[in-house]
C-alpha cells in the first residue's frame, strides 16, 4: 500500500528558532501533498496544499511567510516553521495524493504526524 | 456552505459490542467520502473510500454505508476490540474542477474491557 513517512517524529525547540518537517511519499508519486495543523482533540485544519514545482497555496489565515512550504520533488515536501512561537506547538500531519489517481476521485495517504513543542 | 457534521461527539462502549457513527454532509458537488481511522499522536488511516454510485463498502469488521439522497454515511464496527479505540473521521471530497476536501469533526471512540 501507499507508505508516507514525516521526519522528523517529534521535535522540541526553543522560541525563535525554525523547524524543518519532512514529508516523503515512499512508494509513489505525489503531484500534490497537503499540510495540515491538528491540536487537541480537534480534527484536522489544512494548511497548505502542495504542489510539485510550483507555489503553494495556503489557506485563509495562514501565514505563507512563517510556514514555509517546498516540493521540490513528486516525492518530498517540506514544511519550514520559521521563528517558531509556543503557540505554534501542535501535530503537524502531511498527506500526499497519488499521481496515478488524481483528481477528486484520488485518495490521500497520511504521514503519521510530527508533534512539535515550542519551549 | 460545505460542511460535514458527525456523531456522536464521543462514545464508550464495552468490547465486544457494536457501535455506528454517523456522518452528515451539505457538499456540493459531492466526489466521494471517505472515512478515516486516527490513533492518538498518529496519523489518519483510510478505513473505505464511496463514490456517488456506491451504497455500501466493508473492511473487516469495518462497514461503511452511504445515503447520497439524503447526504448520510454512516460507519458500522462489528464486535469492537480494544484497539478500535481512536477517532474516526469522515471525509467528504467536492468536485469544483480543483481538488477540495471537507473533514469532519471526528467521533472519538472508547471501547472498554
Known amino acids: 500500500g501507499a507508505v508516507v513517512s514525516q521526519h522528523p517524529s517529534w521535535v522540541i525547540c526553543k522560541s525563535g528558532t525554525s523547524v524543518k518537517i519532512e514529508c516523503r511519499s515512499l512508494?509513489?508519486?505525489?503531484?500534490?501533498m497537503f499540510w495540515y495543523r491538528q491540536f487537541p482533540k480537534q480534527s484536522l485544519m489544512l494548511m497548505a496544499t502542495?504542489?510539485?514545482?510550483?507555489?503553494?497555496?495556503?489557506e485563509q489565515g495562514v501565514e505563507k511567510d512563517k510556514f514555509l512550504i517546498n516540493h521540490a520533488s513528486l516525492t518530498l515536501s517540506t514544511l519550514t516553521v520559521t521563528s517558531a512561537h509556543p503557540e505554534d506547538s501542535s501535530f503537524y500531519i502531511c498527506?500526499?495524493?497519488?499521481?496515478?489517481?488524481?483528481?477528486?476521485?484520488?485518495?490521500?495517504?497520511f504521514g503519521p504526524g510530527t508533534r512539535l513543542t515550542v519551549l | 456552505k460545505n460542511q460535514v457534521e458527525q456523531s456522536p461527539q464521543s462514545l464508550i462502549i464495552l468490547e465486544g459490542k457494536n457501535c455506528t457513527l454517523q456522518?452528515?454532509?451539505?457538499?456540493?458537488?459531492?466526489?466521494?467520502l471517505r472515512w478515516y481511522k486516527q490513533d492518538t499522536g498518529r496519523g489518519p488511516v483510510s478505513l473505505t473510500i464511496m463514490t456517488f454510485s456506491e451504497n455500501t463498502k466493508s473492511n473487516g469488521r469495518y462497514t461503511a454505508t452511504l445515503d447520497a439522497d439524503t447526504k448520510q454515511s454512516s460507519l458500522h464496527i462489528t464486535a469492537s476490540q480494544l484497539s478500535d479505540s481512536a477517532s474516526y473521521i469522515c471525509v467528504v471530497s467536492v468536485s469544483t474542477g480543483g481538488f477540495k476536501t471537507i473533514f469532519g469533526a471526528g467521533t472519538r471512540l472508547f471501547v472498554k474491557a
Open positions: 456522518c452528515n454532509y451539505t457538499v456540493s458537488p459531492f466526489s466521494n
Open positions: 498527506s500526499a495524493k497519488d499521481v496515478r489517481t488524481s483528481g477528486g476521485a484520488g485518495e490521500q495517504f
Open positions: 502542495s504542489n510539485e514545482g510550483s507555489k503553494a497555496t495556503y
Open positions: 512508494d509513489f508519486q505525489a503531484t500534490t
